[in-house]
Protein backbone atom coordinates (compact mmCIF):
# COMPACT_ATOMS: atom_id res chain seq x y z
CA UNK A 1 0.00 0.00 0.00
CA UNK A 2 1.31 3.58 -0.69
CA UNK A 3 -0.71 5.39 1.72
CA UNK A 4 -0.47 8.77 1.19
CA UNK A 5 1.21 10.12 -1.73
CA UNK A 6 2.42 13.51 -2.49
CA UNK A 7 3.89 15.41 -5.10
CA UNK A 8 6.43 17.25 -5.87
CA UNK A 9 8.70 16.43 -2.81
CA UNK A 10 10.65 19.50 -3.35
CA UNK A 11 9.75 23.17 -5.14
CA UNK A 12 11.15 26.37 -5.47
CA UNK A 13 9.03 29.14 -6.33
CA UNK A 14 9.34 32.59 -7.64
CA UNK A 15 7.33 35.16 -5.95
CA UNK A 16 4.02 35.68 -7.33
CA UNK A 17 4.21 32.13 -8.93
CA UNK A 18 1.28 29.82 -9.01
CA UNK A 19 1.35 26.14 -8.06
CA UNK A 20 -0.66 22.80 -7.05
CA UNK A 21 0.73 20.33 -4.86
CA UNK A 22 -1.23 16.84 -5.84
CA UNK A 23 -2.12 14.76 -2.83
CA UNK A 24 -3.81 11.15 -3.18
CA UNK A 25 -4.69 8.44 -1.02
CA UNK A 26 -5.42 4.78 -1.70
CA UNK A 27 -7.12 4.18 1.92
CA UNK A 28 -10.70 4.49 1.12
CA UNK A 29 -10.32 6.99 3.70
CA UNK A 30 -13.43 10.58 3.76
CA UNK A 31 -11.31 12.99 5.39
CA UNK A 32 -8.52 14.40 4.05
CA UNK A 33 -6.22 17.95 5.46
CA UNK A 34 -3.38 19.73 4.58
CA UNK A 35 -1.21 21.10 7.26
CA UNK A 36 1.82 23.40 6.93
CA UNK A 37 4.91 23.07 9.33
CA UNK A 38 7.94 25.92 10.05
CA UNK A 39 10.16 25.75 12.16
CA UNK A 40 9.04 26.41 15.93
CA UNK A 41 5.62 26.93 14.91
CA UNK A 42 4.73 23.24 14.54
CA UNK A 43 1.69 22.09 12.21
CA UNK A 44 -0.77 23.72 10.99
CA UNK A 45 -4.23 23.02 9.81
CA UNK A 46 -4.78 24.95 6.18
CA UNK A 47 -7.58 23.36 5.10
CA UNK A 48 -9.69 19.89 5.16
CA UNK A 49 -11.78 18.21 3.60
CA UNK A 50 -14.51 15.76 5.72
CA UNK A 51 -15.97 13.93 2.66
CA UNK A 52 -15.61 14.24 -0.89
CA UNK A 53 -17.51 17.15 -1.91
CA UNK A 54 -16.86 19.83 0.79
CA UNK A 55 -13.54 21.27 1.77
CA UNK A 56 -13.26 24.37 5.09
CA UNK A 57 -10.85 26.13 6.52
CA UNK A 58 -8.50 25.83 8.81
CA UNK A 59 -6.05 27.81 11.10
CA UNK A 60 -4.03 29.34 8.48
CA UNK A 61 -6.04 29.05 4.80
CA UNK A 62 -5.36 32.91 3.41
CA UNK A 63 -3.43 32.51 0.25
CA UNK A 64 -3.96 28.65 -0.46
CA UNK A 65 -6.96 27.31 -2.34
CA UNK A 66 -8.21 23.21 -2.41
CA UNK A 67 -10.30 21.18 -4.66
CA UNK A 68 -11.14 17.64 -3.18
CA UNK A 69 -11.49 16.45 -6.55
CA UNK A 70 -12.64 12.76 -5.99
CA UNK A 71 -12.27 10.60 -2.60
CA UNK A 72 -8.83 9.76 -3.43
CA UNK A 73 -7.22 13.29 -4.50
CA UNK A 74 -6.96 16.52 -2.95
CA UNK A 75 -5.45 19.36 -3.60
CA UNK A 76 -3.60 22.64 -2.38
CA UNK A 77 -3.44 25.53 -4.83
CA UNK A 78 -0.94 28.68 -4.32
CA UNK A 79 -2.42 31.22 -7.09
CA UNK A 80 0.70 33.66 -6.01
CA UNK A 81 3.43 32.46 -3.84
CA UNK A 82 4.63 34.56 -1.28
CA UNK A 83 8.01 34.11 0.67
CA UNK A 84 6.15 33.79 4.17
CA UNK A 85 4.62 30.63 2.24
CA UNK A 86 8.00 28.85 2.46
CA UNK A 87 7.47 25.54 4.43
CA UNK A 88 6.85 22.15 4.67
CA UNK A 89 2.95 21.13 3.04
CA UNK A 90 2.03 17.71 4.65
CA UNK A 91 -1.08 16.22 3.42
CA UNK A 92 -2.90 13.67 5.51
CA UNK A 93 -6.15 11.60 5.73
CA UNK A 94 -7.67 9.54 8.08
CA UNK A 95 -10.91 7.73 8.14
CA UNK A 96 -13.50 8.61 11.48
CA UNK A 97 -11.88 9.88 14.78
CA UNK A 98 -8.80 8.01 14.42
CA UNK A 99 -4.88 8.47 13.97
CA UNK A 100 -3.86 10.59 10.67
CA UNK A 101 -1.67 8.80 7.78
CA UNK A 102 0.83 11.46 6.63
CA UNK A 103 2.52 11.71 3.09
CA UNK A 104 6.10 12.44 3.21
CA UNK A 105 5.83 16.26 2.72
CA UNK A 106 6.94 18.91 -0.04
CA UNK A 107 9.65 21.17 0.90
CA UNK A 108 8.51 24.60 -0.87
CA UNK A 109 10.53 27.44 -1.00
CA UNK A 110 9.55 30.73 -2.58
CA UNK A 111 11.82 33.85 -3.45
CA UNK B 1 -10.02 26.63 18.33
CA UNK B 2 -8.64 24.08 20.43
CA UNK B 3 -5.04 24.91 21.70
CA UNK B 4 -2.48 22.16 23.21
CA UNK B 5 0.44 23.49 24.67
CA UNK B 6 3.39 20.92 24.70
CA UNK B 7 6.28 21.08 27.08
CA UNK B 8 9.38 20.70 27.30
CA UNK B 9 10.60 22.29 23.43
CA UNK B 10 13.54 20.42 23.61
CA UNK B 11 15.34 17.81 25.67
CA UNK B 12 18.86 16.17 25.97
CA UNK B 13 19.57 13.00 27.03
CA UNK B 14 22.05 10.74 27.31
CA UNK B 15 21.45 7.57 25.54
CA UNK B 16 20.11 4.89 28.54
CA UNK B 17 18.15 7.80 30.37
CA UNK B 18 14.96 8.31 30.64
CA UNK B 19 12.48 10.72 28.54
CA UNK B 20 8.96 12.75 29.43
CA UNK B 21 7.21 14.92 27.38
CA UNK B 22 3.72 16.83 28.52
CA UNK B 23 0.89 17.93 26.68
CA UNK B 24 -1.79 20.35 28.56
CA UNK B 25 -5.31 21.46 27.56
CA UNK B 26 -7.51 24.50 29.47
CA UNK B 27 -10.21 22.52 28.20
CA UNK B 28 -11.50 18.89 28.84
CA UNK B 29 -10.05 16.81 25.61
CA UNK B 30 -12.18 14.15 23.96
CA UNK B 31 -9.03 12.41 23.15
CA UNK B 32 -5.99 12.87 22.28
CA UNK B 33 -3.15 11.80 20.00
CA UNK B 34 0.66 11.28 19.63
CA UNK B 35 2.78 10.95 16.82
CA UNK B 36 6.75 11.22 16.08
CA UNK B 37 8.34 12.75 14.02
CA UNK B 38 11.89 11.53 12.32
CA UNK B 39 14.60 14.28 11.25
CA UNK B 40 13.45 14.79 7.77
CA UNK B 41 10.91 12.63 7.96
CA UNK B 42 7.08 13.04 8.15
CA UNK B 43 4.68 13.08 11.44
CA UNK B 44 3.72 9.40 11.95
CA UNK B 45 0.52 8.09 14.46
CA UNK B 46 1.57 6.19 17.40
CA UNK B 47 -1.36 5.89 19.79
CA UNK B 48 -4.47 7.67 20.85
CA UNK B 49 -5.97 7.72 24.17
CA UNK B 50 -9.70 7.88 24.82
CA UNK B 51 -10.60 6.89 28.27
CA UNK B 52 -9.97 9.30 31.35
CA UNK B 53 -6.72 8.18 33.04
CA UNK B 54 -6.22 6.16 30.83
CA UNK B 55 -2.81 4.19 30.39
CA UNK B 56 -0.87 2.61 27.35
CA UNK B 57 2.30 1.05 26.77
CA UNK B 58 4.45 -0.09 23.79
CA UNK B 59 7.61 -1.31 24.44
CA UNK B 60 9.52 1.25 26.18
CA UNK B 61 6.64 4.14 25.64
CA UNK B 62 4.01 4.58 28.40
CA UNK B 63 0.84 6.73 27.28
CA UNK B 64 -0.96 8.50 30.15
CA UNK B 65 -4.24 10.65 29.97
CA UNK B 66 -5.29 12.80 32.68
CA UNK B 67 -8.16 12.15 34.98
CA UNK B 68 -9.67 15.28 34.29
CA UNK B 69 -8.25 14.71 30.28
CA UNK B 70 -6.76 18.23 30.28
CA UNK B 71 -2.99 16.36 30.32
CA UNK B 72 -1.05 13.87 28.54
CA UNK B 73 2.26 12.34 28.68
CA UNK B 74 4.71 10.27 26.98
CA UNK B 75 7.50 8.60 29.16
CA UNK B 76 9.98 6.94 27.17
CA UNK B 77 12.46 4.12 29.28
CA UNK B 78 16.18 4.02 28.82
CA UNK B 79 16.01 6.09 25.49
CA UNK B 80 17.92 4.26 22.36
CA UNK B 81 19.37 6.88 19.49
CA UNK B 82 16.51 5.01 17.53
CA UNK B 83 14.17 7.29 19.43
CA UNK B 84 15.51 10.67 17.86
CA UNK B 85 12.85 13.06 16.60
CA UNK B 86 9.84 15.32 17.67
CA UNK B 87 7.18 14.09 19.75
CA UNK B 88 3.58 15.80 18.90
CA UNK B 89 0.76 15.51 20.94
CA UNK B 90 -3.13 16.14 19.28
CA UNK B 91 -6.15 16.95 19.95
CA UNK B 92 -9.42 17.30 18.09
CA UNK B 93 -10.71 20.93 17.87
CA UNK B 94 -13.94 20.19 16.65
CA UNK B 95 -16.22 16.83 15.70
CA UNK B 96 -13.81 14.46 14.47
CA UNK B 97 -13.53 15.62 11.07
CA UNK B 98 -12.63 19.55 11.81
CA UNK B 99 -8.95 18.57 11.86
CA UNK B 100 -6.23 17.86 14.64
CA UNK B 101 -4.66 21.21 16.24
CA UNK B 102 -1.15 19.81 17.45
CA UNK B 103 1.23 20.97 19.48
CA UNK B 104 4.67 22.39 19.06
CA UNK B 105 6.30 19.67 19.60
CA UNK B 106 9.18 17.95 22.02
CA UNK B 107 12.61 17.46 20.23
CA UNK B 108 14.58 14.70 21.37
CA UNK B 109 18.13 14.68 21.04
CA UNK B 110 20.14 11.79 22.13
CA UNK B 111 23.77 11.68 23.24
CA UNK B 112 25.55 8.43 22.93
Known amino acids: NAGVTQTPKFQVLKTGQSMTLQCAQD?????MYWYRQDPGMGLRLIYY???????DKGEVPNGYNVSRLNKREFSLRLESAAPSQTSVYFC??????????FGSGTRLTVV | GQQVMQIPQYQHVQEGEDFTTYCNSS?????IQWYKQRPGGHPVFLIQ?????EVKKQKRLTFQFGEAKKNSSLHITATQTTDVGTYFC????????????FGKGTHLIIQP
Open chain 1, 92 to 101: ASNSGNYGYT
Open chain 1, 27 to 31: MNHNS
Open chain 1, 49 to 55: SASEGTT
Open chain 2, 27 to 31: TTLSN
Open chain 2, 49 to 53: LVKSG
Open chain 2, 90 to 101: AAYSGGGADGLT
